[in-house]
């Protein structure tokens, strides 16, 4: 069975200060990694994906994911928060061998990015 | 483009009755899901269709709920006599079909809240 795992239901960070959110998943095989973000009274809008090849995947509004194969971690990060950051995100997974299938998603970060 | 879009966006109805959600996916989006997502909690998955191939209903939870998609575009979710309990926000999610590899693109959702 495929899981993914959000450790943070909350992550408080100063405007202008790195911000990590954290991921992990379990899933047979090999994984397909996704990120989106929930903004208020708004639906679910994709950041980036990894799929193959390297780990360092970028994504938008200065977004990265760091895919980890050996921690079976995907923690999403940005150098330098922003105020407007602050929303609920999503980390889901899907095995490679799985089709078009629903993504399984995590439970959900909610960030606050404090002036 | 024209992105995924629900209907209605708020509905509020009384315990027992019947409610139809509509979705209207991406066009040439092949597959199509509803998700529920409760306050404070991530996403449920509740039934997916691909193509022409039978829906996987697995996440729906009672014979209460059931969906339909005519073809490759609209999809309708209905749920009969409504519980309390059912109060959540449903979201619609589309995608091409690209094997494990595409995204979900989401609405908006429809926030159904039972009285």
């Known amino acids: 069975a495929q899981s993914v795992a959000q450790p943070e239901d909350q992550v408080n960070v100063a405007e202008g200060n790195p911000l990590t959110v954290k991921c992990t998943y379990s899933v047979s095989g090999n994984p397909y990694l996704f990120w989106y973000v929930q903004y208020p009274n708004r639906g679910l809008q994709f950041l980036l994906k990894?799929?193959?090849?390297?780990?360092l995947v970028k994504g938008s509004y200065g977004f990265e994911a760091e895919f980890n194969k050996s921690q079976t971690s995907f923690h999403l990060k940005k150098p330098s928060a922003l105020v407007s950051d602050s929303a609920l995100y999503f980390c889901a997974v899907r095995s490679r061998n799985s089709g078009n299938t629903p993504l399984v998603f995590g439970k959900g970060t909610r960030l606050s990015v404090i002036a | 483009g024209a992105g995924v879009s629900q209907s209605p966006s708020n509905k509020v109805t009384e315990k027992g009755k019947d409610v139809e959600l509509r979705c209207d996916p991406i066009s040439g989006h092949t597959a199509l899901y509803w998700y529920r997502q409760r306050l404070g909690q991530g996403l449920e998955f509740l039934i997916y269709f691909q193509g022409n191939s039978a829906p996987d209903k697995s996440g729906l939870p009672s014979d209460r709920f059931s969906a339909e998609r005519t073809g490759e575009s609209v999809s309708t979710l209905t749920i009969q006599r409504t519980q309390q309990e059912d109060s959540a926000v449903y979201l619609c999610a589309s995608s091409l079909a690209q094997g494990p590899v595409g995204e979900q693109y989401f609405g908006p959702g429809t926030r159904l809240t039972v009285t």
């Open positions: 990894y799929i193959t090849g390297d780990n």
